[in-house]
């Protein structure tokens, strides 16, 4: 017989006392989850009807064979007591919970369930966007150590204390920056008949007061920051020439260690040297600085009250840096204007352009030397007079005459050879351009547009003419003949 206080499913007569779906359309009509979320239709009950859960509130979610045996209403109340109390207060969660589920059953369950089960795998992503940071870490935050760690005193003698009125274990002066701002405040007092003008005068006063106070402690930390103190102090100098004395001790002791023994090796500009039965004695050696450099950091000298020494420092190392990469960035673009387009091309053009302004300059060296010995034999063979005053004069004639061949040899291409492109010509072609009067940028962006028309039009691309203004029709005749001279260009193209 069957038990009256059941409830079964009308499709598939499964128990479902504890939770069951009933339509709202159809009377006697209820159904089991399994049942709604097929869609199940019996008679005139179709699944687009309206429905209505019932529960008992004693159907586990996780199903039969999840622990502990939690109901849908300890679930709710868990759900309940995590918004209200917060992770981690379990007694209180407990307690409002039921009395049959311990702190330690209620902590065990939700993070089994709710943040290492798939719910919480679903719904607690691995990386979260939009975090919260942290801003009470380091760096100046409000609960920052370095603002609750006190700095460690300065490390000086006893005189010096005194001599500077430091106290080492408050970290402070006798003689402060504005030794009377405490006056300030100090007869301040608030009074409950106190007027809203005289409460405003009163905070102006204290705010006056944290003013002089941050501008007290932006002192020391520049003094810190900046070393001030053994400046101040002449220990800077001091300590500059124990080093300088401690180094040239190093390397004589290096050198003697070398004679004991006879072998010794020294490495010029390394900052190191290196002997036989004696250590190596290094120095850091420190970037030049330039005069431009030392310019700027005194132009921008004011910028020291802002940033800390370090970060001053780096300031002027990063520009540095900034040069030499533009000076790299403008040689790269030099390299690719001339066609080099690989490194060890690079480093033969280097080559070949030391070579060559070696060798212009080893030229003007002799036409100099040529013009004094000859400008000699001239003055000689004038100032002796008779048969061997003669031969003086020859001489000075047969120097004079080649100084002036050479000039002219040198000087051919004087009007354009500091011209842009110069470099880039032949022999031929700066005989033209010298011949025509035309630039060697001029001469090259012709010749450029000249070949690639010649060479659309073998192609059978239609190409207009696009060559510049200031290219008359006789300097193109000249030019069109030098190239197919040449073999640029075909003749039927000329």
Known sequence: MADLGKKYCVNCLADVTNLRLRCTDCPDIELCPECFSAGAEIGNHRRWHGYQQVDGGRFSLWGPEADGGWTSREEQSLLDAIEQYGFGNWEDMAAHVGASRTPQEVMEHYVTMYIHGNLGKACIPDSIPNRVTDHTCPNGGPLSPSLTTPLPPLDISLAEQQQLGYMPLRDDYEIEYDQDAEKLISGLSVNYDDEDVEIE????????????????????????????????????????????????????????????????????????????????????????????????????????????????????????????????????????????????????????????????????????????????????????????????????????????????????????????????LSDREKVLCNSLNLSPARYLTVKTIIIKDHLQKRQGIPAKSRLPSYLDKVLKKRILTFLTESGWISRDAA
């Open 201 to 424: 005068m009163k905070r102006t006063h204290v705010d006056m007061y944290v003013r002089k106070l941050r501008e007290r402690q932006r002192r020391k930390n520049i003094a810190r920051d900046y070393n001030l103190v053994p400046v101040f102090l002449g220990r800077d100098k001091k300590e500059t020439r124990d080093k300088e004395k401690e180094k040239a001790l190093g390397v004589g002791g290096a050198a003697a260690g070398a004679g004991g023994t006879g072998a010794s090796v020294g490495v010029i500009g390394s900052g190191s040297t290196t002997a036989a039965g004696s250590g190596p004695v290094t120095s850091t050696p420190k970037r030049k600085i330039t005069k431009e450099e030392k310019e700027q950091r005194v132009r921008l000298r004011g910028l020291c009250q802002f940033m800390a020494h370090r970060e001053f420092e780096d300031f002027f190392e990063n520009m540095h840096k900034e040069r030499v990469l533009r000076a790299k960035v403008r040689e790269l673009q030099r390299y690719r204007r001339n066609g080099i387009t690989r490194l060890d091309e690079s480093a033969e053009y280097e080559a070949a352009r030391h070579k060559r302004e070696k060798r212009k300059e080893n030229k003007n060296m002799v036409i100099s030397k040529r013009g004094s010995g000859g400008g000699g034999g001239l003055g000689s063979g004038i100032g002796v007079g008779g048969g061997g005053g003669g031969g003086g004069s020859m001489a000075g004639g047969l120097g004079v005459g080649c100084v002036i061949k050479e000039e002219g040899k040198e000087g051919e291409f004087a009007a354009i050879e500091n011209l842009t492109g110069f470099e880039l």
